[in-house]
């Protein structure tokens, strides 16, 4: 005889404590499909959450965290019930993602460029080098037209 198999349940409360989703956005990505509906309790009709929901749940918040839209995380998790087949459609997104994420690092680095560029300008400024100051002015002008250009991206 086999001891029967306890399952651990969880609140909303507590599935939002961890895995770093607000219950507000737990509710939300069930309601548009991201996730499947979760299981009410038979009296409360409060949601339960089990282990196997956190897993998912700990999934998208990664997926979230990347800044993936609500639609790719939604095709994502549909593609990942299909299993290998999905595979290619599942490159395909983490690539776009990851390419996404690469344009964003390239924008902060021109920004955190521009802010040292400032920094150094008000520096040479405070310290009355008006040579230095109009040369670093040039440089912000030019790497402003940069940041521009990202912006637009």
Same mark, same amino acid.
């Given at each position: 005889?086999?001891?029967?198999?306890?399952?651990? #349940?969880?609140? &909303?409360?507590?599935?939002?404590?961890?895995?770093?989703?607000? +219950?507000?956005?737990?509710?939300?990505?069930?309601?548009?499909?991201?996730?499947?509906?979760?299981?009410?309790?038979?009296?409360?009709?409060?949601?339960?959450?089990?282990?196997?929901?956190?897993?998912?749940?700990?999934?998208?918040?990664?997926?979230?965290?990347?800044?993936?839209?609500?639609?790719?995380?939604?095709?994502?998790?549909?593609?990942?019930?299909?299993?290998?087949?999905?595979?290619?459609?599942? &490159?395909?997104?983490?690539?776009?993602?990851?390419?996404?994420?690469?344009?964003?690092?390239?924008?902060?680095?021109? =920004?955190? =460029?521009?802010?040292?560029?400032?920094?150094?300008?008000?520096?040479?400024?405070? +310290?009355?080098?008006?040579?230095?100051?109009?040369?670093?002015?040039?440089?912000?002008? #030019?790497?402003?037209?940069?940041?521009?250009?990202?912006?637009?991206?």
């Amino acid at each position: 005889m086999s001891a029967p198999i306890i399952r651990h #349940t969880y609140s &909303i409360k507590e599935a939002a404590a961890l895995t770093g989703l607000p +219950a507000s956005t737990l509710r939300y990505y069930e309601s548009i499909g991201v996730i499947t509906p979760i299981r009410r309790g038979a009296s409360s009709k409060h949601r339960v959450y089990t282990d196997e929901d956190l897993d998912l749940l700990t999934w998208v918040s990664c997926l979230s965290a990347t800044g993936m839209s609500v639609a790719d995380m939604r095709s994502y998790l549909a593609n990942g019930a299909l299993g290998p087949a999905a595979a290619p459609e599942q &490159i395909a997104l983490l690539k776009a993602q990851q390419e996404q994420l690469e344009d964003e690092a390239r924008s902060i680095a021109l =920004r955190k =460029r521009y802010v040292a560029l400032k920094i150094d300008y008000w520096q040479a400024v405070h +310290a009355g080098d008006g040579a230095k100051a109009e040369k670093l002015s040039d440089e912000a002008r #030019t790497l402003a037209e940069d940041l521009k250009k990202t912006r637009k991206q």
